[in-house]
């Protein structure tokens, strides 16, 4: 959960009710939280194979001559070239020879990053999954559908490249636990980038992030992860929140008389960042981790199939 606001790391609430613990947000603790997102990748590759079933993502066009289906353009016969190639009805037309070109077909580029640094590794309830849990599944479940589509997926921190499920899911994990900012990362100037994250840090910070990554061309999606407590702030009574990488706990007396004020934060701050997403050319999505993966991992099958992939 959030402590002040959402421009800080996500917190947790430690109460009668709700005892959780937070995790530091230091070198040992994030691969601490590697190491145990990784023994639930089994779990997360199966629901990923189960929500791909839903999705289809084919072959397309590249706005370029070459081998494919579609037509694309009739250019003058050059020297050399054979007389099969040429396209007597449309020369017949004029007092010149021209070829039919077809539009070339190939694989495009899909870039993911899913965060999985210490706010993700929360959840409100034990009967709902950690937000870095849900968000790795959302990933891989993509993932899986544009590569049975021949198409070609990397990590957006690190390039690797999906060949292997296991192998990319860890290697998922592996960048998720830092920032993408960095120098190391070179977005796709033809590809498409999928974010993941609770977006619980400042706008500034979101803007620098999305204004580095806004490809030239593609789609760029920010799909939010959300914890119903997070949305709803259900706390009671006296309440200490732990945030990360914080020593002292923050005290609330009485929970509820700030439900009012932290909803109102939170709502502002997730139009920020629409906007944001906005104005880089983007596409918003939220999802909540007590809802089916399934329909949010069709909007964004949707918003990709719009951009040709």
């Not at 619980?200 to 990554?213: F, G, I, T, Y």
């Amino acid at each position: 959960m959030m402590a002040r606001s959402p421009d800080s790391r996500s917190t947790k609430a430690r109460s009668k009710t709700q005892g959780s613990h937070s995790l530091e947000g230091n070198s040992s603790s994030l691969s601490y939280q590697a190491r145990e997102l990784q023994k639930g990748l089994p779990a997360v590759l199966m629901d990923a194979r189960k929500a791909a079933k839903s999705l289809f993502f084919g072959t397309h066009g590249r706005k370029s001559a070459g081998i494919g289906e579609a037509f694309w353009q009739h250019r003058e016969l050059a020297d050399g070239e054979a007389l099969h190639q040429i396209d007597w009805r449309r020369s017949a037309r004029s007092d010149r020879l021209f070829v039919r070109e077809m539009e070339r077909e190939g694989p495009a580029l899909l870039q993911i990053w899913a965060d999985t640094r210490p706010s993700m590794c929360w959840r409100g309830d034990e009967t709902r999954p950690m937000k870095a849990e849900r968000g790795l599944v959302l990933a891989m479940a993509i993932a899986l559908a544009v590569r049975a589509g021949g198409e070609r997926v990397l990590c957006l921190r690190g390039g690797k490249a999906m060949t292997q499920e296991d192998a990319f899911g860890a290697a998922l994990i592996k960048s998720g636990q830092q920032d993408w900012v960095s120098h190391d990362v070179a977005p796709a100037q033809h590809g498409h980038i999928l974010l993941i994250s609770d977006g619980l840090e400042c706008e500034e910070l979101w803007s620098a992030r999305l204004k580095k990554l806004a490809p030239a061309q593609g789609r760029l999606i920010l799909v939010i992860i959300q914890d119903r407590d997070e949305i709803e702030f259900p706390f009671e009574g006296r309440v200490a929140f732990s945030a990360f990488a914080q020593q002292n706990p923050i005290l609330i007396a009485n929970a509820q008389s700030v439900q009012v004020a932290y909803r109102d934060r939170y709502e502002r701050h997730l139009a920020q960042l629409r906007g944001l997403v906005a104005q880089a050319n983007g596409q918003f999505l939220t999802h909540a981790t007590d809802q089916a993966v399934t329909p949010v991992a069709l909007q964004i099958a949707a918003i990709l199939a719009r951009g040709a992939i």
